[in-house]
Nanobody, 115 residues
Framework: QVQLVESGGGLVQPGGSLGLSCAASGSIRSISAMGWYRQGPGKQRDLVALLTGGGNTNYADSVKGRFTIASDNAKNKVSLQMNSLKPEDTAVYYC?????????WGRGTQVTVSS
């Protein structure tokens, strides 16, 4: 069993910054990928940023240059630094981990960008 616990999130004004963190625990085998997805109101869940075991980093076009993903593999943690936030970034952000061919999800943390 693998658990993902997110922290961070909250309410921020447009142009502001927020950081998210995710810690994975449990029976983790080699990590194939770890990162973040988000689901806005009435929308599907979409990729935000992903780190692969091969060392590649993928970002959604809408967040490139504003968001930065980083990992601490020794501690099975991943973080997301979000700068220059926009109202359209408002969503529930989910931590994601792919290990042993199985996808795991956190419960999600709300990010609201509003004045």
């Amino acid at each position: 069993q693998v658990q993902l616990v997110e922290s961070g999130g909250g309410l921020v004004q447009p142009g502001g910054s927020l950081g998210l963190s995710c810690a994975a625990s449990g029976s983790i085998r080699s990590i194939s990928a770890m990162g973040w997805y988000r689901q806005g109101p009435g929308k599907q869940r979409d990729l935000v940023a992903l780190l692969t075991g091969g060392g590649n980093t993928n970002y959604a076009d809408s967040v490139k240059g504003r968001f930065t993903i980083a990992s601490d593999n020794a501690k099975n943690k991943v973080s997301l630094q979000m700068n220059s936030l926009k109202p359209e970034d408002t969503a529930v952000y989910y931590c994601y981990l792919l290990s042993g061919g199985v996808a795991y999800w956190g419960r999600g943390t709300q990010v609201t960008v509003s004045s």
